[in-house]
């Protein structure tokens, strides 16, 4: 995991284009009914605006409000690594899989403001699981898997 603030930002870059392309791709699915080749290139075009988003949160606000709140409900002291991971990413999880899915219905869903709200918690009900299980599962375990790689001698 990362020690150095230099650490943190490749990490959070990494783990950011890994979650916001996948759940980009999701949701694109989502939106055309099904996952089909196209959904591949076209997530590449929104990546840039939401990975820009989601790593600015990410690297200034909520990593360090996950920690703070997940290491009251665990004692990182007491605790094995893999629960300490687990807690940070869950509330991590809990954190930006809403502000992410407002950005996502707001900025690049189609219709009108009154509609907002609306489509934001529909965003929100059909992200969250798959955001969960995705970093859980997958992005998460992928991620450390590469940053090791990188920083294998630190």
């Known amino acids: 995991m990362p020690k150095t603030k230099f650490q943190d930002f490749v990490y959070t870059l990494i783990m950011v284009i890994v979650m916001v392309y996948g759940m980009v791709c ?16 076209e997530a590449l075009k929104e990546l840039p605006i939401m990975g820009t988003a989601a790593f600015l ?10 920690q703070k709140l997940a290491f009251r409900l665990i004692d990182p002291k007491k605790e094995k690594p893999i629960f300490i991971v ?3 990413s869950s509330i991590i999880i ?4 809403p502000i992410m899915s ?14 907002l709200f609306a489509r934001w918690l529909q965003t929100l009900v059909l992200n969250f699981p798959m955001a969960f299980f995705y ?3 997958y992005a998460g375990p992928f991620v450390r898997w590469i940053f090791k790689k990188i920083f294998k001698n630190t």
């Open 26 to 41: 999701y949701n694109i699915s989502l939106n055309v009914g099904g996952l089909q080749n196209f959904v591949f290139l």
């Open 102 to 115: 407002l950005i996502g219905a707001s900025l690049l869903g189609n219709g009108s403001i009154s509609t």
């Open 135 to 137: 970093q859980i599962f």
């Open 94 to 97: 809990c954190l930006m899989c």
């Open 57 to 66: 949160l990410e690297f200034f606000v909520i990593g360090k409000l996950s």
């Open 86 to 88: 687990l807690a940070i």
